[in-house]
């Protein structure tokens, strides 16, 4: 314990849906909470049976970790007046948590001496967060995730839009070819329970195959029907559903490419 960064807080908006002030331990080391209203950091030190209000900025110097948890559009000012707050900056750490804002939105704390980071958790993944930062910040708020059981992983410098990437490719844009699938056996009479169900399970088999390794091959009816067997099929649903077919097309073209880059020299954009 004696180890472990005191914990400040600096909140706006609603957080109940954090999860990071949902750490079972967050409380044991949880000091100053400071809000534009009193009486939200003292519903929230209710809430967390842990920490105390702050009424002023100053009141943070006795946290060595801050924690900012905040909408993204109340960031710059509020980072603006830390900044010009009376506080020890060259012993604090500032974290803003749950943002897709990057720590170079904490730029003026780090230019008054402060170590600045940025953490968000894993789409999907209770307790994993990815950070993004300099070194000092980041090994202190890990210290902390770490001792209230979450797992950190550190990315490089300037590629949180590539995980920002990871994101939407694996939680949005697969969603519309579930929903076309799920039309596509509604329309060929399967429904209800059964519907959802087929759904389901194609989707849980593509990531097993994913996790065997299978990343760069085709799956399901396009590797077990013959050639005969795909070019009927395709020309059915050219005559009597070509906007479907259209859709199709349209994905297998970038799944090709796709497959062909991966298979190639791996290449990073600047």
């Known amino acids: 314990m004696n180890k472990l960064p005191r914990i400040g807080l600096v909140v706006e908006g609603n957080v109940t849906r954090s999860s990071l002030l949902r750490l079972r331990r967050l409380p044991e080391v949880l000091g100053p909470i400071k809000a534009t209203l009193p009486r939200v950091a003292k519903r929230l030190s209710n809430f967390l049976h842990g920490g105390y209000v702050a009424h002023e900025y100053q009141e943070l110097e006795a946290a060595s970790l801050i924690l900012l948890r905040m909408p993204d559009s109340v960031v710059e000012d509020t980072v603006a007046q830390l900044a010009a707050a009376d506080l020890p900056f060259r012993r604090l750490a500032f974290v803003l948590c749950e943002s897709w804002l990057t720590s170079d939105s904490l730029l003026a704390l780090a230019q008054r001496g402060s170590s600045v980071a940025s953490v968000v958790a894993i789409p999907g993944r209770r307790n994993w967060y990815l950070a993004e930062g300099q070194v000092s910040a980041i090994r202190t708020v890990r210290s902390f995730l770490e001792y209230c059981e979450a797992t950190v992983l550190q990315i490089r410098p300037g590629s949180k839009a590539r995980c920002f990437a990871a994101g939407v490719s694996a939680g949005a844009l697969p969603m519309p070819l579930y929903l076309i699938a799920q039309q596509a056996l509604r329309e060929a009479g399967v429904?209800?329970?059964?519907?959802?169900?087929?759904?389901?399970?194609?989707?849980?088999?593509?990531?097993?195959?994913?996790?065997?390794?299978?990343?760069?091959?085709?799956?399901?009816?396009?590797?077990?029907?013959?050639?005969?067997?795909?070019?009927?099929?395709?020309?059915?649903?050219?005559?009597?559903?070509?906007?479907?077919?259209?859709?199709?097309?349209?994905?297998?073209?970038?799944?090709?490419?796709?497959?062909?880059r991966q298979r190639g020299p791996r290449r990073l954009a600047g």
């Open 191 to 260: 429904t209800g329970n059964n519907l959802t169900t087929a759904v389901e399970e194609m989707a849980q088999a593509l990531l097993r195959e994913f996790s065997k390794g299978a990343r760069a091959t085709w799956g399901g009816p396009l590797a077990e029907a013959s050639d005969e067997a795909r070019e009927l099929h395709f020309k059915y649903l050219a005559l009597h559903d070509p906007e479907l077919k259209e859709t199709l097309d349209s994905y297998l073209n970038l799944a090709k490419e796709t497959f062909r």
